[in-house]
């Protein structure tokens, strides 16, 4: 049992020297104890790829690139606990809803809250850093009942609801969590209570890197790793080593990473794991800038409070510059700036749109604008983060029919669904039947407003016999055949929507439990072929040229699916109100979040600027 630090600046090449050294023991031994490569989640994909990307290496079975939830997965998969259900954030949230809702009557603050937009993100985030920071339900209300003995003023009014009101919400949250379910926030947890259980962690090598803080749940898996793994070596960007007792100063640029090396130097101490000499790479030049003047000048005078101009050198005087400032008089106009660089570099220098990226600090606020002007200029990119599924017709459909069902079949809702396009017919109509298009439920739109036409009338037995005349100059066998031609139409279109929507209600007025109202959502989707036309969208937009369009439509299907399945989980056999389901599945939908990978090779990387990224 072995730690050891390798400390450097930005650039010095610390990745470098993980990778060298797990190649190293690759060639030298194909077999043996493993070698983990743990690096941050985003990063696992780099990582894997500089590995077997390492000329001569035959292969990386011994070695393996994880991050500390994969880790945890793998030590589960030997130890135990991967048959408790995993629940991801839209189950988390809809446990929630159900907890919100069971407890809104001893709650302060949070009763009124409960329905506005975002408030179950909040809530979901909290409890999630109270996971991070190791604080129970047990600890929260122990540092409630302390403060108000010790202080009785301490807490200002709203503070002192809300603390009142986590405390029974996240008390039933874990209580309900614990029962069956695995959360993605209790891995790590789980990771550093079995570590000492794993063949597969003990007598390992690992190596670390790319951090430049831990959580005390990293924290504590990280202790267990190191006195149970045969040596870890831990990467920090640090320009020297803190030793002998030294502190770094608060407004040092290095504070918060050395911060992270004392702590964790304290912690093996107590553990009384063995430490080596830690090893600093040498930064000036750094490795990675060292082709690049301008950009190693700013690294190493990054924290000075005087800036003085870079001079370069004279062999580079009259290179172009490496980094360039621009300054624009809106967003509209930077974007379009940006755009013709694009164009520039890929025209007159030969670069690939693939060799391009664009970094944001706020994809929101630059998302509309980028992707407009992108488009305009003919530039092909892709958007690397996660979309919503609101705007979505499948997701539409499920709301709009849910109100239909739920408001007597007003104009608004019935209408919100068949603009969807799933009322349309499926397959090649019998002979001699109307033809109904988008056009057809048009003029069906126009002719319910026209007549007002709601709730009873739409199931009715009889068929719609309400008639306006076009024209007065018209014969009346004429005008008698054109009608009754419109009245079929009319109908025709009526029984499409009317029929699905109608045996939907009939479900949702007869059962009451969760599983029965999910069922009768089921149903609805199925007769009204909703999978094969998804896969049918997903074709046509493949066929033009549409990937990320294609790929959404494959996605959402089974994540509504998946959404379906987690209710019936958590909440089969309670009896609830229709508003309330109808509450829970908005809960569901507005939680569901697609992950598109780049769909195509040659594209323009948009994105936020990352929080971790690789280093060295």
């Keep these: 049992m072995a730690f050891r630090f390798v400390l450097g600046r930005a650039g010095s090449g610390k ?35 500089a590995l077997i990307s390492v000329p001569g290496l035959g292969g990386t079975l011994r070695a393996q690139v994880l991050s500390f939830r994969r880790l945890a997965w793998r030590v589960m998969q030997e130890v135990g606990g991967t048959a408790r259900l995993p629940i991801d954030e839209t189950g988390k949230k809809l446990l929630l809803h159900k907890i919100i809702h069971k407890c809104k009557d001893r709650l302060r603050r949070f009763h009124t809250a409960t329905d506005q937009m975002g408030f179950l993100d909040q809530i979901n985030q909290l409890f999630s850093e109270l996971k991070r920071y190791c604080v129970t339900a047990d600890g929260l209300s122990r540092f409630w009942q302390e403060r108000t003995r010790a202080q009785q003023d301490y807490f200002s009014g ?5 603390l009142h009101d986590l405390q029974p919400l996240y008390a039933e949250f ?8 695995l959360d993605g926030e209790d891995y790590l947890t789980l990771l550093a209570q079995q570590m000492k259980e794993s063949e597969y962690v003990s007598g390992a090598e690992v190596w670390v890197d790319g951090f430049h803080g831990f959580t005390p749940q ?21 320009d020297r080593d803190y030793a002998g007792g030294s502190r770094p ?34 930064g000036n030049p750094p490795v990675r800038f060292r082709r690049n003047p301008m950009l190693a000048y700013l690294e190493s005078h990054w924290d000075e409070r005087v800036k003085k101009p870079f001079t370069p050198p004279a062999e580079q005087r009259f290179a172009p510059p490496s ?15 940006v755009a013709r660089d694009i164009l520039r570099l890929v025209r007159d220098e030969g670069l690939r749109w693939r060799d391009i990226a664009i970094a944001v600090s706020d994809a929101q606020t630059y998302g509309d604008v980028l992707a407009g002007t992108l488009t305009d200029f003919g530039i092909p990119h892709f958007f690397d983060q996660k979309r919503s599924v609101l705007h979505h017709p499948l997701v539409e459909l499920i709301r709009s029919a849910l109100e239909a069902v739920r408001t007597n079949w007003r104009y608004d809702p019935v209408f919100r669904s068949v603009k969807t396009g799933f009322f349309l017919p499926y397959g090649p109509g019998a002979p001699g039947e109307p033809v109904i298009d988008v056009h057809a439920m048009d003029q069906l ?13 739409w199931t009715a037995a009889d068929d719609w016999t309400y008639s306006y005349r076009t024209s007065l100059e018209q014969e009346e066998e004429a005008v008698r055949e054109a009608d009754q031609r419109f009245l079929r139409k009319m109908n025709a279109c009526r029984r499409l929507i009317a029929g699905p929507l109608a045996a939907l209600e009939a ?43 294609a790929r959404e439509h494959a996605q959402v299907w089974d994540r509504v699916i998946d959404m379906f399945d987690q209710m019936v989980e958590l909440m089969g056999d309670e009896r609830i109100s229709l508003e309330l389901f109808s509450e829970l599945i908005e809960t569901g939908l507005e939680s569901i979040k697609l992950g598109l990978v780049p769909p195509t090779l040659d594209q323009v990387l948009v994105g936020g600027c990352p929080e971790r990224d690789m280093d060295g």
């Design 445 to 457: 739109e126009n002719y319910v407003l026209s007549f007002g036409i709601q709730g009873a009338r």
């Design 218 to 238: 990293e924290l504590t898996v990280l202790e267990q790793l190191a006195s149970h793994a045969g040596s870890v070596t831990l990467t920090l960007c640090l």
């Design 507 to 549: 479900k949702m007025s007869r059962q009451a439990t969760v599983k029965s109202r999910v069922e009768g959502l089921y149903e609805l989707l199925a007769a009204l072929h909703v999978p094969e036309r998804l896969e049918a969208w997903s074709q046509s937009a493949l066929r033009e040229g549409q990937a990320e369009k």
């Design 15 to 49: 990745t470098t020297y993980c990778l060298q050294e797990i190649t190293s023991r690759l060639m030298e031994s194909p077999a043996g104890r493993p070698l983990i490569w743990l690096v941050p989640e985003q990063a696992t994909f780099q990582a894997e790829y």
């Design 249 to 282: 100063h608060e407004l040092d640029l290095f504070h918060p990473t050395a911060r992270t090396l004392l702590q964790l130097r304290e912690r093996l101490l107590e553990q009384g794991v063995e430490e080596e000499a830690a090893v600093i790479l040498p």
């Design 323 to 337: 980094i360039r400032l621009s300054a624009a008089v809106n967003r509209r106009a930077e974007a379009e700036g």
């Design 158 to 162: 709203g503070l002192e609801d809300k």
């Design 174 to 181: 874990e209580t309900e969590l614990s029962r069956l379910y």
